[in-house]
């Protein structure tokens, strides 16, 4: 399914590089948070989840699992910013900058998954996988957004934010996700760090849920949080309950809830998951751009 250019030309390929000699790819530091924040926000939809890692945990920490990277023109101003890491994100307003960026993330030892617009991660592989490096697993997914509630009357009180109580029940249904989606579980390649970032979340008032009793009937988690959007996954909806509008009906109040505080809502849907995307459109989810993640092997930590 993974898509590379095989367009470049020897002549374009040169005068990239005599480009790249006179600019710079820099190691960002919190000096430039600021600045960063910035150049994120020109396309908020695109660069939700960097920009929230910059809002919860800073430009640099370990929490990023991984290091935001910076490449400037000659006159020094940003043409892109990338989180090399356990995820590699980036956002580029040229091909030199997703160029020089690659080089520098393929020298990443940990990368567990490299995730973007179609067309640029396209364009970053050529560049990443010049040494040779093989994808584990590619997908194409649709970026979906939502930009005003569900018109329905229809309320459900019993959705609620999940507690340290529901640690327990929300972790085997997030690695069961996590799984389908990469075919790596994070519950045993990483269980105590996987038990971190859920609870973490849980702590930040993050993820959703709605019991019938003791039985969890319906999941969501809010991964990336900013004024201008709000990223979703782990969107789970008990097998019984798929076909009794139980699913739309949550959605719709998370949305009325979530959307009192943000822009949009967006999520990503694998393509090939024609009931998934079938159900979001019920939601009333717009298509906005496609992408593709690739899946990287030989690495040692896994989780989402």
Same mark, same amino acid.
């Given at each position: 399914?993974?898509?590379?250019?095989?367009?470049?030309?020897?002549?374009?390929?040169?005068?990239?590089?005599?480009?790249?000699?006179?600019?710079?790819?820099?190691?960002?530091?919190?000096?430039?948070?600021?600045?960063?924040?910035?150049?994120?926000?020109?396309?908020?939809?695109?660069?939700?989840?960097?920009?929230?890692?910059?809002?919860?945990?800073?430009?640099?920490?370990?929490?990023?699992?991984?290091?935001?990277?910076?490449?400037?023109?000659?006159?020094?101003? /940003?043409?892109?910013?990338?989180?090399?890491?356990? *995820?590699?994100?980036?956002?580029?307003?040229?091909?030199?900058?997703?160029?020089?960026? *690659?080089?520098?993330?393929?020298?990443?030892?940990?990368?567990?998954?490299?995730?973007?617009?179609?067309?640029?991660? *396209?364009?970053?592989?050529?560049?990443?996988?010049?040494?040779?490096?093989?994808?584990?697993?590619?997908?194409?997914?649709?970026?979906?957004?939502?930009?005003?509630?569900?018109?329905?009357?229809?309320?459900?009180?019993?959705?609620?934010?999940?507690?340290?109580?529901?640690?327990?029940?929300?972790?085997?249904?997030?690695?069961?996700?996590?799984?389908?989606?990469?075919?790596?579980?994070?519950?045993?390649?990483?269980?105590?760090?996987? &038990? &971190?970032?859920?609870?973490?979340?849980?702590?930040?008032?993050?993820?959703?849920?709605?019991?019938?009793?003791?039985? /969890?009937?319906?999941?969501?988690?809010?991964?990336?949080?900013?004024?201008?959007?709000?990223?979703?996954?782990?969107?789970?909806?008990?097998?019984?309950?798929?076909?009794?509008?139980?699913?739309?009906?949550?959605?719709?109040?998370?949305?009325?809830?979530? /959307?009192?505080?943000?822009?949009?809502?967006?999520?990503?849907?694998?393509?090939?998951?024609?009931? *998934? /995307?079938?159900?979001?459109?019920?939601?009333?989810?717009?298509?906005?751009?496609?992408?593709?993640?690739?899946?990287?092997?030989?690495?040692?930590?896994?989780?989402?």
């Amino acid at each position: 399914m993974l898509q590379t250019k095989t367009n470049l030309t020897k002549k374009n390929a040169e005068q990239m590089s005599q480009t790249l000699a006179t600019s710079e790819v820099e190691l960002l530091t919190a000096e430039n948070e600021v600045e960063v924040l910035a150049f994120l926000s020109q396309r908020p939809i695109h660069t939700v989840t960097m920009k929230s890692f910059i809002h919860d945990n800073g430009l640099v920490s370990p929490l990023n699992r991984g290091s935001f990277y910076g490449y400037r023109d000659v006159n020094g101003r /940003l043409e892109g910013v990338a989180l090399v890491g356990h *995820a590699t994100l980036m956002e580029t307003v040229s091909d030199r900058a997703l160029q020089a960026l *690659a080089k520098v993330a393929r020298e990443c030892a940990y990368t567990h998954m490299i995730m973007g617009e179609q067309e640029r991660v *396209a364009d970053f592989w050529v560049s990443y996988a010049e040494t040779g490096q093989a994808p584990r697993l590619a997908c194409r997914e649709w970026l979906l957004e939502l930009s005003a509630p569900s018109a329905t009357d229809e309320v459900v009180p019993e959705l609620k934010l999940a507690t340290e109580e529901d640690l327990d029940v929300v972790m085997p249904i997030q690695a069961q996700l996590a799984f389908q989606e990469s075919g790596i579980d994070p519950s045993r390649v990483d269980p105590l760090g996987f &038990r &971190r970032r859920c609870l973490r979340r849980i702590q930040q008032r993050r993820t959703w849920v709605l019991f019938e009793g003791d039985t /969890l009937i319906f999941k969501a988690d809010v991964i990336s949080e900013t004024n201008d959007v709000i990223y979703l996954e782990g969107i789970w909806v008990r097998e019984e309950a798929r076909n009794d509008g139980t699913g739309r009906r949550c959605m719709a109040e998370l949305s009325r809830r979530l /959307l009192t505080k943000t822009n949009s809502l967006c999520l990503l849907a694998n393509e090939l998951n024609t009931r *998934a /995307l079938k159900f979001y459109k019920k939601c009333g989810f717009l298509f906005r751009s496609t992408y593709e993640t690739i899946f990287l092997s030989n690495k040692e930590s896994f989780s989402h």
